[in-house]
């Protein structure tokens, strides 16, 4: 079986999973775009009543994490953050991640998504385009985001 056929699983984060995703952090690039990452973020997201942080992966390996909030101003669910595992990057990871969250049961009554991009995360700005998602609106003074959306 191949790579891009071979099924992932999704599940959500346990605490088993932060050593090796906080590995991750070291990572320049992730580490400046969603660290640092410690000890509270994990007992933040343990304890959590109303965000979703989603584990992926292939076989034994950790891929992805997905964090998930939900935004009641827009009836709408957010992305709080999106990682890949850096030295899988660019492989389509990202993309596989994404489809294989939504394909999950507890994703098909989510109908709205958002994002919040950095300005100065030109790598997130080109995933979130390549998927298909809408550029609502632009960065400002007072909010350095770009503001996605995406619909089913």
Do not use: C, K
């Not at 320049?28 to 584990?55: F, I, R, S, T, Y």
């Not at 969250?101 to 030109?122: C, F, G, I, K, S």
């Amino acid at each position: 079986m191949n790579r891009e056929s071979s099924p992932l699983w999704v599940r959500r984060f346990e605490a088993q999973d932060f050593p090796v995703y906080r590995q991750w952090y070291t990572d320049p690039l992730l580490d400046q775009h969603l660290g640092p990452m410690d000890d509270g973020w994990l007992a933040h997201v343990m304890a959590d009543p109303v965000g979703e942080q989603w584990a992926i992966g292939e076989a034994q390996a950790l891929v992805a994490v997905i964090g998930l909030v939900p935004e009641p101003e827009h009836g709408a669910w957010l992305i709080s953050d999106f990682a890949v595992d850096p030295s899988q990057r660019g492989q389509g990871w990202g993309r596989r991640a994404w489809q294989a969250l939504l394909a999950q049961p507890a994703m098909h009554t989510r109908r709205h998504w958002r994002a919040y991009v950095a300005e100065d995360n030109p790598g997130a700005q080109a995933f979130f385009d390549a998927l298909g998602w809408q550029r609502l609106a632009a960065p400002s003074a007072e909010d350095p985001f770009w503001t996605y959306t995406w619909r089913r």
